[in-house]
């Protein structure tokens, strides 16, 4: 073989080679990128999630509906929200099929987040709704939103690696008035189902990971993330 094309072939494997490594570092099982920050992810057991006590989310509208009377009312199809500047906001389900469709429960409030939370079910995907006290302005987030300790951040994540309907991944909000995005990243090989703050920094997760020899195609794990 000619030596420019035995170097030649040389350097192709070589870059192949660092290639597979490259892409294997970068997997999101391993780290990802959020808000321009890198994120360590870290298997853990069960029993770690399940000790870290946490605000959950719990689908019982008429629950909340009940507690907090004075600001929400529902009448027929119509959730009434009273805000705080003496104007009303209101959600409408509508039976209608195709994308026209769209059902709304009232999920309560939460300490320190100035929003009424809405679960939306729509015609082939869903949204958690946060609509704000005083102005009802709306946003639309892809679950249930878990507050910060240091109450400023808001965290939201969804799992959709089967059918793809729906965002799967994490966002991140500013906890203002009004509330903010910050940023989201989509993750490929798990999917967020629920998460718990640890510190201003990490976070425990529920979630699933993309397994094609199992029926139901995902698993079920447990995962750690920080930043720095």
């Known amino acids: 073989m000619h030596i420019k094309n035995l170097i030649l072939l040389l350097l192709i494997i070589t870059s192949r080679t660092l290639f597979a490594q490259d892409v294997k570092i970068e997997s999101d099982l391993v ?3 959020l808000c321009e920050r890198q994120v360590k992810v870290t298997m853990i057991k069960k029993s770690e999630f399940e000790d870290l006590i946490s605000p ?3 689908k019982d509208e ?3 509906l009940k507690e907090d009377s004075l600001k929400v009312i529902r009448l027929n199809d119509t959730l009434v929200f009273n805000l705080n500047n003496g104007k009303k906001a209101h ?6 099929n195709g994308e026209r ?3 709304y429960s009232y999920l309560g409030t939460l300490d320190n987040l100035n929003q009424f939370i809405v679960y939306g079910s729509f015609w082939e995907w869903h949204n ?4 704000d006290m005083e102005s009802g302005d709306t946003n639309y987030l892809a679950g249930f939103p878990v507050l910060s300790p240091d109450k400023k951040t808001i965290i939201s994540g969804n799992c959709d690696l089967i059918a793809g309907y729906t965002f799967n991944g994490l966002e991140l909000y500013n906890n203002s008035s009004p509330i903010k995005k910050i940023c989201s990243t989509e993750l490929m090989s798990w999917g967020p189902d629920k998460i718990k703050w640890i510190d201003d920094s990490s ?3 529920k979630g699933y990971i993309s397994d094609t020899s199992l029926d139901n195609l995902q698993k079920l794990e447990y995962f750690r993330i920080e930043w720095k």
């Open 62 to 64: 008429s629950k909340y």
């Open 91 to 96: 959600l409408i389900n509508d039976d209608s």
């Open 203 to 205: 976070l425990i997760i």
């Open 31 to 33: 780290s990802f990128s």
């Open 101 to 103: 469709y769209g059902q």
């Open 128 to 131: 958690y709704i946060l609509i």
């Open 56 to 58: 959950i989310e719990i």
